[in-house]
């Protein structure tokens, strides 16, 4: 199986605030590379696929980068909508894997 | 829009098999290029892939539900269901249904179900 590590595991911060979230794959996975975001009691809703596509809809504050093994995830001007948990998320291999999750908090 | 919808008993016994539905409007589980997957989240914990069927009916499971799990279709009624056998209280999540679209150069999750909390206890 392909592991998938996230950083930080939470974090403070405020809006307006400028935030990064980091995604590592065990093994190079190209650009195999999903981000999802999910709010409490909600499924999860795609954001970014292969690794830097934004998908329709999604605001443009939100921006992924990557390649290989490692992925970031920049949020731009937070605003108050975006606290949550997101997750990145491999489809390299028919296996799908998720990283353990990161949420961004107040 | 294409919408998903889960339903199924909420509560089932240690060692009985769990079975659940996902009922899809705005598109057709057997055309176009789409897997249909399911998808588990405990309480208060990460997401994990169970397994997913192709509009050709053929399957892929997570390997850790060892052979406990069977993804079906039923065309006819356009929905795709889940079976568990022999679940245990490790067994208790929410599950959600949900579209992959994949392309040569990306696959990825795009349409959800609400998901569906389903506890295993006595």
């Known amino acids: 199986d392909i592991q998938m590590t996230q950083s930080p595991s939470s974090l403070s911060a405020s809006v307006g605030d400028r935030v990064t979230i980091t995604c590592r794959a065990s093994?190079?996975?190209?650009?195999?590379l999903n981000w999802y975001q999910q709010k409490p009691g909600k499924a999860p809703k795609l954001l970014i696929h292969a690794a830097s596509t934004l998908q329709s809809g999604v605001p443009s504050r939100f921006s992924g980068s990557g390649s290989g093994t490692d992925f970031v995830l920049t949020i731009n001007d937070l605003q108050p909508e975006d606290f949550a948990t997101y997750y990145c998320q491999q489809s390299y291999r028919i296996l799908f894997t998720f990283g353990p999750g990161t949420t961004v908090d107040i | 829009q294409v919408q998903l919808q889960e339903s199924g008993p909420g509560l089932v016994k240690p060692s009985q098999n769990m079975s659940l539905s996902c009922s899809v409007s705005?598109?057709?589980?057997?055309?176009?290029?789409?897997?249909w997957s399911w998808i588990r989240q405990p309480a208060g914990k990460g997401l994990e892939w169970l397994g997913r069927i192709y509009v050709s009916g053929s399957t892929n499971y997570n390997p850790s539900l060892n052979t406990r799990v069977t993804i079906s279709r039923d065309t006819s009624k356009n929905q795709v269901s889940l079976k568990l056998n022999s679940v245990t209280a490790a067994d208790t999540a929410v599950y959600y249904c949900a579209r992959i679209y994949c392309s040569p150069m990306t696959c990825y999750l795009d349409f959800w179900g609400q998901g569906i909390p389903v506890t295993v206890s006595s």
């Open positions: 705005g598109g057709s589980i057997s055309s176009g290029s789409y897997y």
């Open positions: 093994q190079n996975i190209n650009t195999y």
